[in-house]
């Protein structure tokens, strides 16, 4: 039973690692959304604030904490696996900050093979479908700012989730809705 738990978490801490690697490596290319400072206010990953540039000069901060919680994970494996005394239970427990992950960066960019929602990034052979949703009165986005209430939330459907952002410009809406259009079609 200790092995199917040691041989559990190593696969999950190898998936998170992996999507790491891959979201650096992407962040290294040039996007095609946002090409510019006008691009990246007119679509927010959280309502409060415009997105950040999808570069890692711009997004240290996120990007270090997710590599020290990937390190703390492994540093606890290897402590636990070297502790007799320590449960197995608990360590699972540690997972809670990755699961939450994806809200670690404020980004939002697209590319040639995908797209970057937070700290996540999603091929497109991946996204099943795209909705946008009119930030009205009663919508739960609706009172940060002038900007937003009077824009959409883009709802992507993924195979393993969704992702969620708001664009707050009509001509952004049009541009975004081509790009998966084409995507969702091709898939």
């Known amino acids: 039973m200790r092995l199917i738990f040691e041989v ?11 999507h790491y690697i891959i979201l650096i490596a992407q962040m290294k290319k040039p996007a095609l959304i ?3 400072r006008t691009d990246l206010k007119t679509v927010r990953k959280f309502p409060q604030k415009s997105a950040d540039a999808p570069v890692i000069s711009k997004n240290k901060l996120g990007l270090t904490m997710y590599a020290v ?18 449960s197995w239970t608990y360590l699972y427990l540690l997972f809670i900050p990755l699961i939450n992950a994806k809200d670690l960066l404020n980004v939002f ?14 091929p497109w052979k991946k996204l099943k479908s795209f909705h946008f949703k009119k930030i009205d009165l009663n919508h739960k986005y ?3 700012s ?9 709802i992507l459907k993924t195979k393993m989730g969704s992702h969620s952002l708001v664009v707050t410009e009509e001509e952004m809406k049009e541009t975004l809705a081509s790009i998966f259009e084409e995507h969702v079609k091709n898939d």
């Not at 919680?69 to 320590?86: H, T």
């Open 69 to 86: 919680m990937l390190a703390f994970l492994i540093a606890m494996f290897i402590f636990g696996k070297y502790n007799m005394k320590f």
């Open 146 to 154: 002038q900007e937003v209430n009077e824009g959409y939330e883009l």
């Open 109 to 122: 960019a697209v590319y040639d093979d995908g797209f970057i929602s937070g700290s996540k990034f999603v």
């Open 8 to 18: 559990l978490f190593l696969l999950i801490v190898i998936y998170y690692s992996y």
């Open 34 to 36: 946002p090409f510019d």
């Open 142 to 144: 609706y009172g940060y």
